[in-house]
């Protein structure tokens, strides 16, 4: 199934690289910005950086909230800190789609600083501050460099997160048709908490060692249905 994607917040590193997998899968990506005319810079930046690439979806950019109100399925790849003023405007544009929370609770002070969010995590805030829209977890630990360039596989897996199993299915769906990722169902909304703290773990290991990490589940057979841990 072909999406059209917004990527509330798309114009940093990961809504860029997000972006651009999701076009190489022939995905239609909006870009959204609080400000239409960076939202549509950066569009036009990466839709000239993959041009004649066969199957690529197309790429545009404008506000976020234009962006949203085109699209099916919403990722939000804001900074924490304006993750709930960024979710409250766009309330009523988000009713009735998949949002995809990709947001890590995270601070910079000498290395990464975990952020405490009083609802768990920042996907089971955004479930709480969008009661009409379906909530997962998804994307938050593959590495912004690795996915912004086309000629390197991922190799790691994409952990989500959800109540809704359809919904869930659909993202894991769209996870695995970026090169060289896998799936994995991590369980409900409430382990989205362990999902975020290990991004944040990950973040201090790549500027220690000088890479780009990523998680790996071992010894899991995906051919089997994941059983149900609501």
Same mark, same amino acid.
């Given at each position: 199934?072909?999406?059209?994607?917004?990527?509330?917040g798309?114009?940093? +590193?990961?809504?860029?690289?997000?972006?651009?997998?999701?076009?190489?899968?022939?995905h239609?990506?909006?870009?959204?910005?609080? @400000?239409?005319a960076?939202?549509? @810079?950066?569009?036009?930046e990466l839709?000239?950086?993959?041009?004649?690439?066969?199957?690529?979806g197309?790429?545009?950019?404008?506000d976020n909230?234009?962006a949203v109100?085109?699209a099916d399925?919403?990722v939000?790849?804001? +900074?924490?800190g304006?993750?709930? +003023?960024?979710?409250?405007?766009?309330?009523?544009?988000?009713a009735?789609?998949? !949002?995809?929370d990709?947001v890590?609770?995270?601070?910079f002070d000498?290395? +990464?600083?975990?952020?405490?969010? @009083?609802?768990?995590?920042?996907?089971? @805030?955004a479930?709480?501050?969008?009661?009409?829209?379906?909530v997962?977890?998804?994307?938050h630990?593959?590495?912004?460099?690795?996915?912004?360039?086309?000629?390197?596989?991922?190799d790691?897996?994409?952990l989500?997160?959800?109540?809704?199993?359809?919904?869930?299915?659909?993202?894991?769906a769209?996870?695995?048709q970026i090169?060289?990722?896998?799936? !994995?169902?991590? /369980?409900?909304?409430r382990?989205?908490?362990?999902?975020?703290g290990?991004?944040?773990?990950?973040?201090?290991?790549?500027?220690?060692?000088k890479?780009?990490? /990523? !998680?790996?589940?071992?010894?899991?057979?995906t051919?089997q249905?994941a059983?149900?841990?609501?």
């Amino acid at each position: 199934m072909t999406h059209t994607i917004a990527l509330v917040g798309g114009t940093g +590193p990961e809504g860029r690289g997000l972006a651009t997998r999701f076009a190489l899968a022939g995905h239609h990506v909006r870009i959204g910005s609080r @400000e239409a005319a960076r939202g549509a @810079e950066v569009a036009a930046e990466l839709a000239a950086s993959l041009a004649g690439r066969t199957g690529l979806g197309e790429i545009t950019g404008s506000d976020n909230q234009v962006a949203v109100s085109q699209a099916d399925l919403v990722v939000v790849v804001v +900074p924490y800190g304006a993750h709930r +003023p960024t979710l409250e405007g766009l309330r009523e544009a988000l009713a009735g789609k998949i !949002v995809v929370d990709a947001v890590v609770p995270v601070v910079f002070d000498r290395g +990464p600083r975990p952020v405490d969010v @009083e609802a768990g995590s920042a996907t089971e @805030e955004a479930a709480q501050l969008l009661p009409d829209s379906t909530v997962i977890g998804a994307f938050h630990n593959l590495a912004a460099e690795v996915l912004l360039d086309p000629g390197l596989s991922v190799d790691a897996d994409v952990l989500v997160t959800g109540a809704n199993g359809d919904a869930k299915q659909a993202v894991m769906a769209l996870a695995g048709q970026i090169e060289g990722c896998r799936a !994995v169902d991590a /369980g409900p909304l409430r382990f989205s908490r362990f999902v975020e703290g290990i991004t944040t773990l990950i973040i201090g290991i790549n500027g220690r060692y000088k890479v780009h990490a /990523g !998680v790996k589940i071992t010894g899991l057979d995906t051919t089997q249905n994941a059983q149900n841990t609501q």
